[in-house]
């Protein structure tokens, strides 16, 4: 469905999850390259998943990764996330002791089962590209790659759910997950899955994270492998059961470690948008609208989406599960000719592209059929609707075209009852 930094905290959120589900699914690449060269402009969007279509703006809905090492780092695994924006430490009279690269390695392995360790790696608290730490674990029963990492998040954020939050199992095939909140406050998500949710690879992917009140986040993560990725697997799953995963990730040494980075030097000031920007549509609503435009024949399975400008459900028309998602967005005339230059003019002035194609290069026979639309105006409302010939994102194919038809696909995403969101 994140150019990826404040002030739009949403652009940050997008790039990221993106590079965390990066191979899983196929975007829209006309509208990718579309929204790409808006985002400058326009980076106070809430919410640009839209202007990606297609597959990508499921990637939105959540993930299980969590960071391993920052990006910019070569020296080891990666895995980016939300939590690698940091936000400004709140001042003090003193500030708190730092940790070194050696540190870190040192508090981590005190914390994990007797066994071997190789492959160390870190990072300490006074590096402005970020603290973490990493190594090859082998209790015996198999190398095992082990992480983890520090940052800050805005205590009370919409960025705190998004960290603790289980994904929805219509984007991304777990084992297990949970969130919970801890005596003195802490939010708790203990997460069990797979490197690569669409399973072409079964590296298992565990983690844990924390957020504490103050916004302090802790990020540890384990595989059934020595590298998160193209490197054999060696046990049947990681090394820390979510018990010892919990014991690790909420010892409280890691809390001093985030208190002691510093506040982040490139840190944008926020300036005044040049054009407001309407609100994102609600995501509710949309959900509600799409609802109610569906085919009578179609049975509702399942339904979600995210608090603004996205909402998907599943439908069985008796053939099985189809998939079908909408985006609905303000402001996007200025890619209109990018998103529609093939596209066809109504009398009306609205403007219309069709898409049928491959829907996910990763799961054959996945089909993804797109109508995309925009109603006329300065402001560039448009909507668009896609659908799927499988009832979710990694599954495989259960029909051989999606459960609405082009002409359907059209009807929803022309239909008047839109407008009374683009006000």
């Not at 790039?15 to 929204?35: E, K, N, P, S």
């Not at 802490?186 to 079964?202: A, F, M, N, T």
């Not at 994270?209 to 802790?218: I, P």
């Not at 919990?246 to 982040?264: H, I, M, Q, S």
Request: some cysteine; overall charge negative.
């Amino acid at each position: 469905m994140p150019e990826n930094q404040s002030p739009d905290p949403f652009e940050g959120r997008l790039t990221a999850a993106l590079r965390d589900t990066g191979d899983r699914f196929d975007t829209d690449r006309a509208a990718l390259v579309a929204g790409g060269q808006t985002r400058g402009r326009r980076a106070r969007m809430r919410r640009r998943a839209g202007v990606l279509g297609g597959a990508a703006g499921i990637a939105l809905v959540g993930v299980g990764g969590a960071l391993l090492l920052p990006a910019e780092d070569s020296s080891g695994p990666e895995r980016s996330s939300v939590a690698s924006s940091t936000t400004a430490r709140p001042s003090a009279s003193s500030s708190p002791a730092p940790f070194s690269d050696d540190d870190l390695l040192r508090e981590l392995k005190k914390r994990l089962p007797e066994g071997e360790f190789s492959e160390e790696g870190a990072r300490g608290t006074a590096d402005e590209l970020g603290a973490f730490a990493h190594l090859v674990y082998d209790d015996g029963k198999g190398a095992a790659a082990i992480g983890i990492s520090f940052a800050r998040v805005e205590p009370g954020s919409q960025q705190i759910r998004e960290l603790t939050e289980c994904p929805d199992r219509t984007f991304v095939e777990y084992d297990d997950c949970s969130t919970s909140r801890l005596p003195d406050g802490s939010l708790l998500k203990l997460y069990q899955g797979y490197e690569y949710p669409d399973r072409r690879v079964d590296t298992k992917f565990w983690s844990a994270d924390l957020v504490t009140s103050k916004g302090q986040h802790v990020t540890l993560s384990e595989w059934n492998s020595p590298a998160q990725k193209d490197a054999p697997i060696t046990r049947p799953n990681p090394p820390l059961s979510t018990a010892q995963l919990k014991e690790v990730v909420t010892a409280e040494v890691w809390r001093r470690v985030v208190d002691a980075l510093p506040e982040n030097p490139k840190q944008p000031t926020k300036k005044p948008a040049a054009d407001p920007v309407p609100p994102g549509v609600s995501g509710k609503k949309i959900g509600e609208t799409l609802t109610a435009l569906l085919p009578q024949k179609l049975d509702v399975v399942k339904q979600g989406g995210q608090d603004t400008e996205y909402a998907y459900v599943v439908v069985d028309d008796g053939k099985g599960q189809s998939l079908v998602q909408i985006n609905v967005q303000h402001g996007m005339s200025d890619v209109a000719d990018q998103l529609y230059g093939n596209g066809q003019t109504l009398p009306d002035g609205t403007r219309v592209a069709t898409r049928q194609g491959n829907g996910d290069d990763r799961v054959a026979g996945v089909v993804m059929w797109t109508v995309d639309t925009m109603r006329p105006g300065s402001d560039g409302f448009r909507v668009v609707v896609s659908a799927f010939n499988n009832g979710a994102a990694h599954a495989e194919p259960g029909r051989a075209t999606p459960a609405l038809t082009m002409e359907q696909l059209k009807e929803i995403a022309l239909s008047p009852k839109w407008d009374q969101l683009a006000k």
